[in-house]
């Protein structure tokens, strides 16, 4: 078991920044791939980004790429989200997800086994 628990959101003009965190229990932490996802008002959830258990890989959605960077720190059973040069497009709730898989990554939601509750980023314009 593994529960997530994201902070960090806000609301920023556009080209602004934000650092979302997200914070796990348990202590298999560094045996997950680690996702972030977003939900839109009115769309589905979207992949965002996701991290190598190690930290040494990541992989990111092509809408992202350039202006999100994701981390974690498994000592401290966290991953982050920086977001830079946010856009208005990028309103959104967005979810860490934490995948038990040994090799690669996936942009399912059906992939990830555990989800946190979620924090709202809004950016205006």
């Known amino acids: 078991q593994v529960q997530l628990v994201e902070s960090g959101g806000g609301l920023v003009q556009a080209g602004g920044s934000l650092r979302l965190s997200c914070a796990a229990s348990g202590r298999t932490f560094s045996s997950y791939v680690m996702g972030w996802f977003r939900r839109a008002p009115g769309k589905e959830r979207e992949f965002v980004a996701a991290?190598?258990?190690?930290?040494?890989?990541?992989y990111y959605a092509g809408s992202v790429k350039g202006r999100f960077t994701i981390s974690r720190d498994n000592a401290k059973n966290t991953v982050y989200l920086q977001m830079n040069s946010l856009k208005p497009e990028d309103t959104a709730v967005y979810y860490c997800a934490a995948d038990p898989r040994t090799y690669g990554f996936s942009r399912a939601v059906r992939d990830y086994d555990y989800w946190g509750q979620g924090t709202q980023v809004t950016v205006s314009s």
């Open positions: 991290i190598s258990r190690s930290g040494s890989s990541t």
